[in-house]
């Protein structure tokens, strides 16, 4: 029996979100068990940049549900995760999430391929944002094995599965989880599969998550999309060098030349006012 975890991050109950988890859970085609948990009931703090989980055998010092979080995702086959969108981006829970990452990294092996479909939720058609982009990197930077990921429209709740067409997708997008991972859509990187692109320079287009690159032309059906070097951010080995190598390379680097920053630093010390609430 499959054991999957559904991540909500939406604080509504029996919304979108939430519906649309178990309506892909319910898709895997085998026996499963699953269970939810609502990200914001969990206490998750920011990361205050301290380097401590950098520490051999240490953990992040921040006494939240971080580690409650990490074992259910560790001891799950597969995970589903759900977030509606919000000003023109996911829920700020996954983000808080997220940026927990350099304490999560320093336990990859455990995380690295576990199966993940990403579900997002917008209310108008056209004002998703960078959601679906948002929450595909963060859980490939968490080593997970993306298989789908969809934004669903739907403002009220229970709205998302209205039409027809929505539950087919919702149902391949379960069926998918462990399963084979869905080719790229159209305008996404073929690499991460963000829609979000830049360009430095005319007809030059990078991925601004993973990095891929791209030369970009007109031809006679349209733009034509030449991709070059794939983006590497996301593969295992570069995640482990920069979070377990470099990370704690720059820790020694800021030792090394605490003086010297020290006295740039200092210059700007008391030049300014903290507001605070009383």
Not at 168 to 186: D, H, N, T, V
Not at 240 to 257: A, D, I, P, Y
Request: aromatic share 8%; hydrophobic share 40%.
């Amino acid at each position: 029996m499959k054991r999957i975890i559904g991540l909500v991050a939406s604080q509504r109950k029996i919304a979108n979100g939430e519906i649309l988890i178990k309506e892909a859970a319910a898709s895997i085609g085998e026996e499963y068990e699953l269970a939810l948990i609502r990200l914001p009931e969990l206490n998750l703090q920011p990361c205050k940049a301290c380097y401590a989980c950098l520490v051999p055998d240490q953990r992040c010092p921040l006494m939240d549900d971080l580690y409650f979080l990490y074992d259910k995702i560790k001891e799950a086959d597969g995970l589903i995760l759900s977030a509606p969108c919000y000003a023109l981006g996911p829920a700020a829970i996954t983000k808080l999430f997220g940026d927990r990452v350099i304490a999560l990294a320093q336990h990859i092996d455990e995380l690295w391929g576990k199966p993940c479909v990403i579900i997002g939720t917008t209310g108008i058609k056209g004002w998703e944002g960078y959601t679906l982009s948002a929450l595909i990197a963060n859980a490939r930077f968490l080593g997970f094995d993306v298989k789908d990921a969809h934004m669903f429209l739907g403002a009220l709740p229970g709205e998302a599965l209205v039409h027809e067409k929505s539950i087919e997708r919702i149902r391949a997008l379960g069926a998918s989880l462990f399963s084979e991972p869905r080719l790229p859509e159209a305008g996404q990187c073929p690499t991460c599969w963000s829609d979000i692109w830049k360009f430095p320079e005319p007809n030059h287009a990078v991925c601004p998550l993973c990095g891929q690159e791209a030369n970009v032309c007109s031809s006679e059906n349209g733009l034509q999309w030449n991709f070059a070097s794939a983006g590497k951010r996301f593969e295992k080995d570069a995640l482990t060098e920069h979070f377990q190598v470099w990370l704690k390379g720059q820790v020694r680097e800021f030792g090394n030349r605490r003086k010297e920053l020290s006295e740039i630093r200092n210059r700007y010390k008391g030049q300014s006012t903290w507001l605070k609430q009383d």
